[in-house]
């Protein structure tokens, strides 16, 4: 009776299966014809021996058991199936003839779904018995998947590769590729887990990542430095991922460090190199501003007077785009823009910034509620708002407004929005609209008017205050830069 799926259709490694397993033929027919579908394949066995044939060379996703069988009935079968480490978890459907028959004790309540049909069977409860853990089977797949895909990639292409439990991030096995990146005794390891040899300046971030990851229970990666067995530090970047069963309930952490030692190293170069030729380049800068405005002076000829204008102009343009390479230079290598609050009105800071507009600013709308005082170092508040107003002017559909919405309503605090009805930026670009030199429009590329790096160092203004800065993006709502500020930093 067994009969196997067709396998031009599809593989029955790739499809549930459901098994029925009853010693009369025209019981086996009758479940045959309610429970026959496409998306699933159905194995028919007609005693209880068949069944753990079938249980042994397939993964089947729900059984259905007639609990009265010669030799070994449903319930022996059961109590077998629940012995076994690779079927304990297997859904069981007992068919019984009437209620008097589930009266029998069947110890494997705790380790697996059960379930009874009573005869005579109804059609539409069997498949929606049966549909329901097949579902179930189909979510618990796909997760096992995700988790070997995962896995195998930690093997390929980690340093280090690390378990840990569920709550408490406690560590569940030895690590030896941990202990042979870090040089770790295996009593390090298993007491103090990957957060040992980390270093110190770097520990109180690492340590917030692990507790933010943890209290979420999502996926989350950071890069810090981390101990080598020759006594130096690398770079490695950390990625943990949640493991859950089928009903989502989380099971562990699979986490793996990454080396990106080189990457990091290339990176401090090329910031090196870019502040070194930004500080360079800016002397001869002012000395041919210098002598463009001295002969701009002297000139009348207005055929005189129009190159030099435009030398000006060229001039201060690239004054604004060495600027940003010395603002990525200490981003990067200083630790951080420096600022120098005082005391200063947001409106004001802001009206200022719009005078500077020369683009767009008939379609620029400024509104403010509450108190807007603070402390603010206000050259970086200019200079980063422009940057925002620009963007915003610069990526809206042409004639639609751009809001500024300015909110001091509360005490610890200011709000800054800006917002236009551009096209809207896709969710898998959106992580990068403040990092250097990454353009979400790689069609506006060549008619951009700066280097890339204006969000870059807004963001690092807005972190050089205390505050924290962020991007949204829909197709009803449009485009939003949202800036909170701390009114007072210290």
Not at 21 to 33: F, I, S, Y
Not at 73 to 85: I, Q, T
């Amino acid at each position: 009776m067994n009969r196997p799926a067709d396998p031009a259709r599809t593989s029955t490694s790739e499809r549930p299966v459901v098994l029925v397993v009853d010693d009369q033929p025209e019981n086996l027919r009758a479940l045959e014809a309610m429970l026959r579908r496409d998306d699933w394949d159905l194995v028919l066995a007609r005693s209880a021996r068949e069944a753990q044939e079938q249980l042994a060379r397939r993964n089947v996703a729900v059984a259905l058991v007639d609990v009265q069988m010669p030799e070994m009935d449903g319930y022996e079968l059961a109590e077998h199936v629940r012995g076994e480490e690779r079927t304990r978890h297997l859904p069981i459907i007992f068919i019984v003839g009437n209620s008097r028959e589930t009266q029998r004790v069947f110890s494997g309540y705790e380790t697996g779904p059960v379930d009874f049909l009573y005869r005579p069977i109804d059609a539409h409860v069997v498949r929606s018995k049966v549909d329901a853990f097949v579902c179930v089977a189909r979510r618990r797949h796909a997760q096992q998947s995700h988790e070997e895909r995962f896995r195998d990639l930690l093997q390929t292409a980690s340093q280090a590769v690390w378990r840990l439990s569920p709550a408490d991030a406690r560590v569940l096995e030895d690590s030896p590729s941990w202990r042979a990146l870090t040089g770790m005794s295996v009593e390090q390891w298993l007491e103090h887990g990957p957060l040992e040899g980390v270093h110190p300046d770097d520990r109180e971030r690492v340590l917030k990542a692990w507790q933010d990851g943890l209290r979420s229970r999502t996926p989350w990666d950071i890069e810090y430095r981390v101990h080598r067995p020759d006594g130096r530090y690398t770079w490695t970047l950390a990625r943990a991922e949640p493991v859950r069963d089928e009903r989502g309930e989380l099971l562990e952490w699979i986490g793996a460090n990454i080396d990106i030692h080189a990457r990091k190293e290339a990176d401090s170069f090329r910031d090196m190199v870019l502040g070194i030729l930004g500080h360079d380049l800016r002397n001869p800068l002012n000395a041919m501003m210098v002598s463009a405005q001295l002969a701009l002076m002297r000139a009348r000829e207005e055929p005189v007077r129009t190159p030099l204008e435009r030398v000006l102009a060229s001039g201060e343009r690239m004054g604004r785009h060495i600027e940003q390479l010395l603002d990525l230079t200490l981003a990067r290598l200083g630790g951080g823009i420096a600022v120098h609050p005082a005391a200063a009105d947001l409106r004001e800071v802001v009206e200022q910034a719009l005078e500077e507009i020369t683009v767009g600013k008939q379609r620029i709308r400024l509104d403010a509620v509450g108190e807007l005082k603070g402390a603010w170092d206000v050259d970086r508040l200019l200079q980063m708002i422009l940057t925002l107003v620009h963007n915003a002017v610069d990526h809206g559909t042409p004639g639609t407004p751009i809001v500024i919405r300015l909110d001091g309503q509360a005490p610890e605090s200011v709000e800054l929005t800006v917002h236009n009805l551009g096209p809207v930026v896709p969710e898998s670009v959106r992580h990068a609209v403040f990092e250097p030199a990454r353009r979400t429009d790689p069609a506006r590329r060549h008619g951009a008017r700066g280097l890339g790096l204006g969000l870059y160092i807004s963001k690092q203004v807005v972190l050089a205050h205390g505050g924290t800065i962020a991007f949204e993006s829909s197709e009803a709502g449009g485009n939003l830069l949202r800036v909170r500020l701390p009114r007072y930093f210290a």
